[in-house]
Structure formats: C-alpha cells, structure tokens
C-alpha cells in the first residue's frame, strides 16, 4: 500500500464527514435534538483527523520520491533539497487545495472548540456553513484534482520545483497567503448563522470581530512575505507590481480593514448594521475570487497556475456564495434597522464612514482594474491589460486621502465635534506637518506629491504619539512611572492602542513606499575586471567571477567592492543560479545591502567569461521602513486581537441571555 492510497481513503472519508456534519447541523437545529448537534461537532473534528492524515501522505509520498504519484513526480525531484521538496507540498495547484482544505478543517475545529461553551442557538448553523465550503473543496479534490492520481509508469526522477520556487520564501509566504484566504470563511460562516437565525445585535459583531482581526493579520503576513520575496529573489528593484495575482490577495484585506474600522461604529452607536454585514460577505466573497483566479488561470499572470478545467467549479461555488448571502441579506434587511442616524461627517463615526469610503473606493479600483482584461475579451473580443500606472494614478490619491483621515479621525469626539475642539487636539500635529511641507523643499524635495504625502504622514504620526502621550501624562500624574503608565495603558484599552500600532506601521510603511516610487536611482553599466561605475554617491568595481557546481546546481558568482562617499563599504556577490533541467530559466542572486535608510540593490543581468559582467544597479530610499512598518502593523493586529477576560465574561453572559429566531430552513 502506497501513502497515496491512505492519502485517497482519508481524503474521501473527511468528504463524508463533512456532508454528516453539515446535515447533523442542520437537522439538529431544525429538530431540536442535542445529540444529533454534538455528532455534528465531533464530525467537524474528525474532519479535520483525516485532512491531517491526508497531509501526512502527501508530503511523505514527497519525502520518499514516490514519482508514481503524478503531482509529486510534476514538482518534485531527487536533486531538491528536502525542506523545498517538502514545500513543493503547496507548489501547484492540487496541494494548495488541500492544504486550503486543510487549513479551513483545523480552524472550523478551534471554533468548535473555542466556542464550545456557547448556546446551541448559533453554533449549529456556523458548523453547517463552515461544512458546506469544505464539503465543495473535498468534492473538488475527490472527484476533479486530486493531488494523490498516480501514473501507469513512474518516471525515475521527477520535474521538479520551479527554480523560482527554490527559495526560502517558500517556505513561508505561500502557506501564508492561502491560509489568509481561508481564514475568512470563519467570519463569514458567523454572518451566515447570524442572518439565519436573526441574532443581529452587537453580540455577533463582538464575537466576529476577533476572528477577522485574527484573518487580517494572517493576510497581512502573507502580503508582507510576498512582498519581501518578490524584493529579493526577482531582480527587478520593486516590491509589488500590481499583478492581478497580487490585487486578488489584496481586495479582501480591504474590506476586512474597512470592517474593522465601521464594526466599531456599530458598537459604540449603533450604526452602519447594514454596512457592517455587506463587508463580510463581500470578503469572503473576494477571497473565493483570489482562490478562483489563480487556480483558473483565467487571468494571465506570472503567479497563476495553468488554464485549468477546475475554474468553471469554483466559478459556479463563487456565483452560489453570493446568491446565497445577497438572499439571506436582503431576508434580514427589517432587522438591521440602525439604532442611530449619523448626526454630522465632523465626528469619530463620520471619519470611520469616510474612512470606509475611500477603502472600498480602493478595493473597486483595484477589482476593476484585475478583472478589466476578461471583460475587454468578452465585450470586444481583444485582451487590453491594464497597467502598474493606473493603479498608481487612480490609488494614490485615495491612499493618501486615506492617511489624512487616518490622522484626523482620533482626534474627534463620538457624535459631533466642534471645530473649536478639533482645532485644540490637530494644532501640534498639523504645525508639524506644516514644518514637514516647508523645509522638505529646502533639503531638494520638490516632488509635489511626495512633499504632499510626507507631511499627511507626519500629521497622522503626530496625532498618534500625541494620544499616547496625553495618556500616558494623565497615568503618571496619578503616580505611575511613564513606562509603567504606557504599558498599563496600552493593556487596559488594547483595541484603541493596538489600532494605534497599526496606524503607526501604516504610516512607516507609507513614507517607505513614498520614498522608494519618489526617488528610485536606477542605472545599468557593463565593467570590465577592475573597473569602476559611480552611482549616487556609490562607487561600484569589479572584481572577477567564480562558478561552481553542487548536487547538479551551478552557482556563478560575480564579485565587486563597494564604496560609499569616498570610504570602502565592502564587498558584494551578485549572481545566478542554473538548476538542472531548467538552464533556459536561471534565478538570480540579488545583492541588497542597506545603508542607513537605503538599499542598494545590484542584479547580475549577464556577463562574458570572466572579465566583463553587467549589472543593473538601484539605489531605494526608505525601503526598510517598509518592512519595519509591516512588523508594527502585525504587533498591534496582535495587541488588538488579544483577548481580555472582562471582556471574554460579558460575550458568554450575553450570548445566555440573547434571544434566538431561526429561519425556516
């Protein structure tokens, strides 16, 4: 017996539990019968036992080079080093299922078990919508692309990985993204039981609120590490390049930012129940549409898999989804009735809809943007692409209009704020960024929308360190020494601060991104041995080349002394790599070295036996804030997310107390 034959009965059987658990779920509810609720639980678990043991096969069908298993013998071979062969796991497209699969089992089981305490009113129906996306997936891995086929004949070696794939960055941002995309089914599911039985008070928001946080910051992860890998593997001096694969990963981001932000609305006032709602099932919905796009390969892309026969399942998954909640929403449309009407745009729930406004003004935009080439294909029969620069036309100003509400929004009160006051709290943040706007120019900026971007930057940067301190000031004048009283601060209202974080890495990562689309240097030069190129300030010579050969792999190194403002910086090794069977397909070694708050990057772009090689040369201000911003958004994603037990205490008791009505099913 093969683990590909344990890996097929596994993965059939966790089908079958799914359908039971769905159907158990449902019954349950309808019926009444607690026990029939509790196998329905159990079988979620169960689910996720035979996902685990499916796993399992799979990746030691990889570890032991079973190449009669057709997609092992696709994206594995003997010359790979195991931790990439293991990560070949995810490499194509029947192992991302399953691990999609598997991801959604092991979180449907924590949900299970996390809210195993709560009453049966809701738990029923979000076990059945968790079961019903899974059951689709296993369908589609049982009967359509199923990473366990094996072949007539097993070849001796497999093809092997993608030379591109063979790098440290796959071990961790693939599994990351995916994991983000799943990670939404979890709120949606919480919606979808909430329409079902009618409980649309804040009871649900509350509990939804901290698995979205919890899937935002996944997503957030997963966007960070592409676009870190994309920096240092591809050669091409970016981070992100507007690609459609890219723009699928980042509408549900915002939407589920956009929700984050109104859900606090509703909390505190009341408010934009019919908004709140939407958000989480066009989330979910776009994370079905970045799932569909890559594995369709309906969109031409340097990250999607092959046009493939699984894009017209998923296309009719993703048209059932939204017929299914835009039914069950416009079901429950009586019942979200706000509780108040916003009273003017000056005040902190007006700021929270602008803010709103200009998130899915973005989302739009990018969707508009990713899906124009098949719409242009179908009404006019031609395929017309869309460009980085739209993007950057269109977003950039929304992004920046975004920022400023950003920094003005914390500053207002709940209901209507005076502009007296509003004045009073934005007065030192704004002579700041008024001080930013005035000397930039005088250090050589005359980049109208970079001057523009940095001051909005230092107004939000402001407002923020401006809260803190008034916090911490009024802490310390009861007694507590200043770290003390920041610490305290931060713990006894962790989602106020904890979004303070998140703003604050937001607005490192702004002026990083400002800073290296703004002033980017970017030069070519061919050296001959002991040569000599200048670049700002840089001085580039080269040195010679070496090659040599390990496990069948060609490494070719260059080698080039740098210096910088006239002293020796060191020395760097820009090169390539030949992995066999791929000699047409080298990957380069990138060599980026930081300097202060710049990067220089060198590309070996070719080079003539040993004493001439080429290089492409780019000089990126600000780019570690980039990355320095997305570890400060994940820290206060996390801060935020951190449970409280006060808080903990008052779900339980409200979902005893919470009146249940269930639709007919």
């Given at each position: ?166 790098d440290p960055g796959m071990l961790v941002h693939p599994p990351m993204l995916l994991m983000g995309y799943m990670s939404f089914s979890v ?148 019942r979200l009735r706000a509780e108040h009407e916003l009273d003017t745009v000056v005040s902190r729930e007006g700021s929270f809809l602008v ?151 937001l607005v490192a990562l702004a002026v990083g991104v400002i800073g290296s689309q703004s002033f980017q240097t970017e030069r070519d030069f ?140």
């Amino acid at each position: 017996m093969h683990f590909s034959d344990l890996g097929m009965i596994a993965q059939l059987l966790a089908l079958l539990f799914a359908l039971y658990a769905l159907a158990a779920s449902l019954l349950g509810a309808r019926y009444a019968k607690p026990a029939l609720l509790a196998s329905g639980r159990r079988s979620v678990l169960l689910v996720a036992a035979f996902l685990l043991v499916a796993a399992f096969a799979l990746a030691a069908s990889f570890l032991t080079h079973d190449f009669g298993v057709r997609y092992v013998a696709e994206h594995a071979s003997r010359a790979m080093p195991w931790q990439y062969t293991l990560s070949a796991f995810y490499g194509g497209q029947e192992g991302s299922l399953l691990y999609w699969t598997l991801m959604l089992a092991l979180f449907a089981g924590i949900a299970v078990l996390a809210h195993r305490r709560t009453p049966a009113g809701l738990m029923p129906f979000v076990v059945a919508a968790l079961m019903g996306i899974e059951s689709f997936f296993l369908l589609v891995l049982n009967a359509v692309s199923s990473p366990f086929d094996r072949l007539r004949i097993a070849p001796s070696d497999g093809a092997g990985l993608n030379p591109i794939l063979q790098d440290p960055g796959m071990l961790v941002h693939p599994p990351m993204l995916l994991m983000g995309y799943m990670s939404f089914s979890v709120p949606f599911a919480f919606a979808a039981a909430a329409m079902i039985t009618g409980r649309l008070d804040a009871g649900w928001l509350r509990a939804i609120r901290r698995w979205m946080l919890a899937s935002w910051s996944i997503q957030t992860t997963g966007l960070l590490l592409g676009m870190w890998w994309a920096y240092h593997v591809l050669g091409w001096g970016g981070y992100w390049g507007w690609d459609p694969v890219e723009n699928a990963a980042l509408l549900p981001w915002l939407t589920a930012t956009a929700f984050l932000h109104s859900t606090m609305v509703q909390e505190r006032r009341g408010s934009l129940k019919v908004w709140n709602l939407g958000l989480v099932l066009a989330t979910f919905a776009l994370s079905i549409f970045g799932t569909f796009e890559v594995r369709s390969g309906i969109i031409s892309s340097v990250h999607s898999f092959s046009y493939s026969a699984i894009g017209p399942y998923f296309l009719v998954f993703l048209a059932v989804v939204v017929a299914f909640s835009i039914g069950l929403f416009v079901y429950r449309l009586p019942r979200l009735r706000a509780e108040h009407e916003l009273d003017t745009v000056v005040s902190r729930e007006g700021s929270f809809l602008v803010n709103n406004f200009l998130l899915t003004g973005i989302a739009f935009a990018v969707f508009w943007g990713t899906v124009f080439p098949i719409l242009s294909e179908t009404v006019r029969g031609q395929t017309m692409t869309v460009g980085a620069s739209f993007y950057q036309q269109v977003t950039g100003p929304l992004f920046l209009a975004l920022l400023f509400v950003m920094g003005v929004g914390p500053l207002l009160a709940w209901r209507r704020a005076s502009w007296a006051s509003v004045w009073r709290n934005i007065r030192w943040p704004a002579l700041a960024a008024a001080l930013c706007a005035a000397i930039l120019p005088l250090a050589g900026v005359t980049n109208l929308w970079a001057n523009l971007g940095f001051a909005v930057c230092t107004l939000v940067a402001g407002t923020i360190l401006y809260e803190l301190w008034r916090g911490v000031r009024v802490r310390h004048a009861h007694g507590e020494g200043y770290p003390r009283a920041l610490a305290m601060l931060v713990a006894r209202h962790r989602q106020r601060y904890g979004g303070y974080l998140v703003h604050l890495g937001l607005v490192a990562l702004a002026v990083g991104v400002i800073g290296s689309q703004s002033f980017q240097t970017e030069r070519d030069f061919t050296l001959h041995t002991g040569q000599t190129a200048t670049v700002a300030g840089y001085t580039l010579t080269y040195r010679g080349i070496s090659g040599v050969e390990t496990n069948g792999i060609q490494t070719i190194t260059t080698r080039f002394t740098v210096g910088r403002d006239g002293r020796p910086a060191g020395d760097i090794l820009p090169g390539e790599r030949i992995f066999p069977g791929f000699e047409s397909q080298p990957t380069s070694i990138v060599s980026i070295t930081t300097y202060g708050a710049q990067d220089f990057y060198v590309f070996l772009s070719g080079y003539e036996g040993t004493n001439q090689a080429s290089v492409k040369v780019f000089i990126n201000p600000l780019v570690p804030l980039i990355w320095l911003g997305g570890l400060l958004m994940l820290a206060g994603g996390i801060v935020c997310w951190w449970p409280e037990r006060r808080r903990a205490a008052r779900l339980v008791e409200a979902a005893r107390v919470a009146p249940v009505e269930v639709a007919a099913i």
